[in-house]
């Protein structure tokens, strides 16, 4: 099942690409991580589509979607971008799925509108992260720029060499699934090179910030999403990797028995943060169970 591509203006004078594989039923729409786009649910919502309207956003500064030239990139801009969004599709009420920063960011918008929100779904996302795992990105993001980095930013001679390198950050993924993510994460320079389509423009304001400033932006942001939880009424799903570094098993019982009125964890095995690549077969039943209202 091939989705189709539509722009959607939003926040900023600025258009966000989203996927869309059926219209019909109540919307379900993927909000990816850090780092990937769009087409990283790919295993994921033909499953669904049978059943609900399905979409996944590029959001702003990655995929296909535009890059903010004042780098605002914030999560309440996130935010505003859903809201933006939602409307402009004429959606009242949807399910969300995030995974990592999407999963943040979906945490967010359902504190904000619980009432809007059918249905909840956190992939390896939490309101407290593993510092192993925050570094781990860091170090990642690092690298990829300083494996092949010149004038103009990080690039590639071709989309072979990226993949190359997307295969040592997901060493779990499959063959199938590096040549997707290779093939949406990069765009055509005019040199001829291969550039990732995430705006190197997302690292600015974190790298002005001091040390002390990110601690205490994360401690209020960290207050702020078990807030939001706190305020979610609807069935919610949190899936876990059983290997991941980024969110713990205890935030993820916390999260689920807890502080969410009506949450269920899932620990997906033979998978580290990024659950749908690491073992895509057993988020697929994780996720298609859930909304299907079997669990």
Do not use: K
């Not at 071709?158 to 060493?171: G, I």
């Not at 009424?233 to 713990?248: E, F, H, K, M, N």
Request: proline fraction near 5%.
């Amino acid at each position: 099942m091939e989705p189709t591509s539509i722009r959607v203006a939003v926040t900023h004078g600025l258009s966000l690409h989203v996927l869309e594989w059926s219209h019909d039923g109540v919307p379900l729409l993927f909000v990816h991580g850090f780092g990937n786009e769009a087409h990283v649910w790919d295993d994921l919502a033909p499953e669904v589509a049978p059943y609900y309207r399905t979409l996944a956003v590029d959001l702003r500064g990655h995929g296909a979607s535009d890059r903010d030239p004042e780098a605002r990139y914030d999560y309440d801009v996130h935010v505003a971008d859903l809201e933006a969004l939602t409307e402009a599709l004429g959606i009242d009420r949807l399910v969300l799925v995030g995974h990592s920063l999407g999963g943040r960011i979906s945490m967010r918008f359902a504190g904000r509108h619980p009432e809007r929100v059918a249905g909840l779904v956190i992939i390896d996302s939490a309101p407290e992260l593993d510092a192993r795992g925050t570094v781990r990105i860091q170090l990642d993001v690092q690298r990829s720029g300083e494996a092949a980095s010149d004038s103009a930013g990080p690039s590639f001679a071709s989309e072979a060499e990226y993949r190359a390198l997307l295969a040592r950050q997901y060493p779990a993924a499959d063959s199938a699934a590096l040549q997707r993510l290779a093939r949406h994460g990069l765009r055509a320079r005019a040199d001829g090179r291969f550039e990732p389509r995430l705006d190197p423009a997302w690292f600015r304001g974190r790298q002005r910030a001091s040390e002390a400033e990110m601690r205490e932006r994360e401690r209020r942001l960290t207050a702020e999403l078990w807030a939001a939880l706190a305020r979610v009424p609807c069935p919610t799903l949190v899936i876990r990797g059983a290997a991941s570094d980024v969110v713990s098993a205890d935030v993820a019982e916390r999260m689920a028995e807890e502080v969410l009125a009506h949450g269920r964890l899932v620990v997906v095995p033979r998978a580290g943060h990024s659950v749908m690549i690491d073992n895509p077969e057993a988020c697929r039943e994780a996720l298609t169970t859930f909304a299907l209202g079997e669990g």
